[in-house]
């Protein structure tokens, strides 16, 4: 069976930063793009940061410079470091792995940032 296992989430300080993981499947790690969405009460899941199986990154606007997306083969799992974090990131953030074949989600990870 397929899992996205994430960690770190919390309550940080405006300024502060934060390091989000997602450890997947072997068996689906190497072929997947990774993801990372989020959703804020009462708005819909947005797309944060993707990565593909070759490394090509792609993220939204509202976060780039801010966020980096990466990804170790090694131990099949995919990290977004958020730096200078604002009030506005505040949200449950979700790992994903898709390909043509598939696609799957993370059970979602809170994170607050709040003074």
């Known amino acids: 069976q397929v899992q996205l296992v994430e960690s770190g989430g919390g309550l940080v300080q405006p300024g502060g930063s934060l390091r989000l993981s997602c450890a997947a499947s072997?068996?689906?790690?190497?072929?997947?793009?990774m993801g990372w969405y989020r959703q804020a009460p009462g708005k819909q899941r947005e797309l944060v940061a993707t990565?593909?199986?070759?490394?090509?990154?792609n993220y939204a606007a509202s976060v780039k410079g801010r966020f980096t997306i990466s990804r170790d083969n090694a131990r099949n799992t995919v990290y977004l470091q958020m730096n200078g974090l604002k009030p506005e990131d505040t949200a449950a953030y979700y790992c994903?792995?898709?390909?043509?074949?598939?696609?799957?989600w993370g059970q979602g990870s809170q994170v607050t940032v709040s003074s």
């Open positions: 990565i593909t199986a070759g490394g090509r990154t």
């Open positions: 994903n792995a898709a390909s043509v074949l598939f696609e799957y």
């Open positions: 072997r068996s689906i790690f190497s072929i997947a793009t």
